[in-house]
């Protein structure tokens, strides 16, 4: 299984930014997709999450309204569109994947795989 995290750059505070994860090996529609950031010296936080099978949408408090997760099953790929960007916005973002849903879907442990991220730096 591979995770193919992609889309990220250099914006300015407001702007907005696509990221992409690229899914092999894995059918992301019966998967638990989420994705997760971490900032320079903190911990890895998670963002959203798009749920296997239903595919409902689950987001932290600090970026519901801004920040929208989906899934597109004919590409195996899903996407987190970013609007309204702040500076504290700023880390690496990470795809994540996780085969059932036993766990916490905001829990890290719940995931099975892990893209390699990708960085997002929004200036102010």
């Not at 090996?25 to 998670?46: C, H, I, N």
């Not at 296997?52 to 996407?79: C, E, H, M, P, Q």
């Not at 609007?83 to 890290?108: F, I």
Request: charged share 15%; net charge positive.
């Amino acid at each position: 299984v591979q995770l193919q995290a992609s889309g990220g750059g250099l914006v300015q505070a407001g702007g907005s930014l696509r990221l992409s994860c690229v899914a092999s090996g894995l059918s992301v529609a019966g998967a638990t997709m989420a994705w997760y950031r971490q900032a320079p010296g903190k911990e890895r936080d998670f963002v959203a999450a798009v749920h296997r099978i239903l595919g409902t949408t689950s987001y932290a408090d600090s970026v519901k309204g801004r920040f929208t997760t989906s899934r597109d099953n004919a590409k195996n790929t899903v996407t987190l569109q970013m609007n309204s960007l702040k500076p504290e916005d700023t880390a690496v973002y990470y795809c994540a994947a996780a085969r059932t849903g036993s766990g916490s879907y905001t829990d890290m442990r719940s995931y099975d795989y892990w893209g390699q991220g990708t960085l997002v730096t929004v200036s102010s």
